[in-house]
């Protein structure tokens, strides 16, 4: 774990942002810790984002969606 202070931060952001895939980074002011950069949780983030607004809210279960996805292959076969 890498730490840099705020004004290190701004002065070297693409450094910094192409330095996180490999390490999380620690951003200080006077000496305190007030952030943490690290890398998104890219497979839980985006299946998140892909499912936002699609899912129907009026009881749509798992088994429901399952099922639509089941017929959708059946008919591209």
């Known amino acids: 774990m890498l730490q840099i202070t705020s004004t290190e931060f701004k002065k070297n952001l693409g450094k910094y942002l192409a330095l996180v895939n490999k390490e999380d980074i620690i951003i200080t002011r006077n ?8 890398p998104p949780k890219s497979e839980k983030v985006s299946l998140v984002n892909q499912l936002m607004g699609v899912i129907p809210d ?5 088994e429901d969606a399952r099922k639509e ?8 076969h």
């Open 31 to 38: 000496g305190i810790p007030i952030a943490q950069l690290s």
């Open 69 to 76: 996805r089941l017929m959708k292959n059946e008919d591209n």
């Open 58 to 62: 009026d009881g749509y279960t798992v």
